[in-house]
């Protein structure tokens, strides 16, 4: 069983900016986005990310949140419209939503992610309104897909879990039957610099960690942190439960020699966690960085 790991695509649409849109916190996002100029190269590179997993002898895709950037309708038409130029349904594709597709509390209260990707979350008949987390039993993994982002006000960026969420975490993970069980969620867990944990921190995240060490979750995958991530929380596992980021699959910057990221994991027979880190180059393409 390979998992690929994608995140933080910030897919942006030519013409979506448009000054009536922008308004209130949009407008800080927007200014944010002309700083970004990478967002408007990432749908070659998602596509061509999704080219070389198609030849990676992968089971299943997930997708760590924010493919929009401002939460605007035309970004998720544009954004499912790629992502359905792929061909994939629930059962090779999950999505989680990250803060920039609840950008706008409009965005969030009608649900404007999960009308357009609950599908690939639930499955076909899935309700726009369903509570996470969701729980799909992949060959020999439990994969538990929850909801992190919250509509916190202007410049700021945090998310939280809340205790009912947590709770169905806890006992969907308890209940495993064997499996791994692999927790995806948003917001990094990791310590940043000080601006970075005021304002973009998942606010639960102590409780979270609590809980994970007396579990037996394996492995967190999680976005947010543009940046590749890994550490090892100490849990009921022997090996610890691994939290890893594979960091913006879609930045691009040659001046900082940092460019796009997606990972895959694999659990060996014995039990071991492989992980492969791809990366791009300056035009786009994806190469093997690191093997296990
Ligand atoms: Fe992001
Ligand atoms: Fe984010």
């Known amino acids: ?73 035309a970004e998720f038409e544009f954004a499912s419209s790629v992502i359905e130029s792929f061909g994939l349904d629930h059962t090779k594709l999950s999505i989680i939503p990250g803060n920039h597709d609840y950008y706008v509390p409009a965005a969030a209260k009608n649900r404007r992610f999960e009308h357009y990707f609950g599908k690939y979350t ?43 969420q947590m709770d169905r975490i806890f006992q969907l993970a308890d209940n495993a039957h064997g499996r791994h069980v692999v927790l995806a969620i948003h917001h990094h867990l990791h310590n940043q610099n000080f601006l970075r944990d005021k304002t973009g921190l998942l606010k639960d995240r102590q409780q979270l960690k609590a809980r994970l060490a007396q579990s037996s979750i394996r492995l967190v995958i999680h976005g947010h942190d543009h940046h590749e991530h890994e550490m090892v929380l100490q849990s009921k596992l022997p090996s610890g439960t691994h939290v890893l980021s594979c960091g913006s699959t879609t930045y691009q910057s040659a001046s900082k020699r940092r460019f796009g990221r997606f990972n895959i994991y694999e659990f060996k027979e014995n039990g071991a966690l492989e992980v492969e880190r791809w990366q791009s180059n300056q035009s786009g393409e994806f190469y093997l960085l690191k093997s296990p």
């Not at 990676?56 to 924010?66: K, M, P, R, S």
């Open 122 to 164: 639930w499955g076909p008949d899935f309700d726009p309104f369903a509570q996470y987390p969701a729980v799909k039993d992949i060959d020999n993994i439990r994969l538990i897909l929850a909801c992190t982002p919250t509509i916190p006000p202007p410049m700021f960026s945090y998310g939280e879990l809340g205790t009912p």
């Open 1 to 73: 069983m390979r998992l690929a790991h994608l995140s933080d695509l910030h897919m942006l649409p030519k013409g979506a900016l448009k000054p009536s849109l922008l308004f209130n916190r949009r407008i800080f996002g927007a200014t944010n986005l002309y700083i970004r100029d990478w967002t408007k190269k990432a749908v070659h590179v998602v596509k061509s990310a999704m080219t070389a997993i198609s030849h990676a002898n992968v089971d299943h895709i997930i997708i760590t949140g924010d493919l929009t950037n401002l939460a605007i309708e």
